[in-house]
């Protein structure tokens, strides 16, 4: 069966501070790849996307994400946190069937 | 360009009691989607809508949830009875199609609580 890993429930950082938060997925055929985020209060929304092409995508914020394939991940990354950046990230597949499937989240928090 | 409104926004019912949620999606977007939030995990897919047909439904639990997409525009979700383990947030969302091109846009939800 299709699934979503993200290994880190929960992050702390200080702002200023470089972000990784790691996705694998299982599934050996074509994907789309997205990563979402909830801020608090707010509804989940798309920070990037991964169709095809260069495997460095760039999305809003200044967060990218790079799709390696070898490795089934596609890690969100950001040079410099914010505080503004606390938020829930949730990666997800489209695989084959169309149908979305969601990691568990990571919830960051940034300090100020 | 209005989101994706659905309502309520909170709900709180007794077990055995029946409730529905409504969604209304963006203008123009063909597909549209409910989802279940379970605390502390991600979105899981109940059932998909290309215009009025459900496509997938593989994941509702058609004992006791329905769903209806009304002219391919609005949709309701409906439980009947809820149980205590239906409690959760249930997300609608909306495409333009299917393919996976296309970025889903997600309403605020409607949390659920059954006591």
């Known amino acids: 069966a299709q699934s979503v890993s993200q290994h880190n429930h929960h992050v702390i950082l200080s702002e200023a501070a470089s972000l990784e938060l790691g996705c694998n997925y299982s599934?050996?055929?074509?994907?789309?790849l997205f990563w979402y985020v909830q801020y608090p209060g707010q509804h989940l929304q798309l920070l990037l996307k991964y169709f095809s092409g260069d495997p460095l995508v760039k999305g809003i914020k200044g967060f990218e994400a790079e799709f390696i394939k070898s490795k089934f991940s596609f890690n969100l990354r950001k040079p410099s946190v914010q505080w503004s950046d606390t938020a829930e990230y949730f990666c997800a597949v489209n695989a084959g069937t169309y149908k979305y499937i969601f990691g568990t989240g990571t919830r960051l928090k940034v300090l100020a | 360009e209005a989101g994706v409104v659905q309502s309520p926004r909170y709900k709180i019912i007794e077990k055995k009691q029946p409730v529905a949620f409504w969604c209304n999606p963006i203008s123009g977007h063909n597909t549209l989607y409910w989802y279940r939030q379970n605390l502390g995990q991600g979105p899981e897919l109940l059932i998909r809508y290309e215009n009025e047909e459900a496509v997938d439904d593989s994941q509702l639990p058609k004992d006791r949830f329905s769903a209806e997409r009304l002219k391919g525009v609005d949709s309701t979700l409906k439980i009947q009875p809820a149980e205590l383990g239906d409690s959760a947030v249930y997300l609608c969302?909306?495409?333009?199609?299917?393919?996976?091109?296309?970025?889903?846009?997600f309403g605020p939800g409607t949390r659920l609580t059954v006591t």
């Open positions: 969302a909306s495409s333009l199609d299917y393919r996976g091109h296309y970025e889903q846009y």
């Open positions: 599934y050996g055929g074509t994907v789309n």
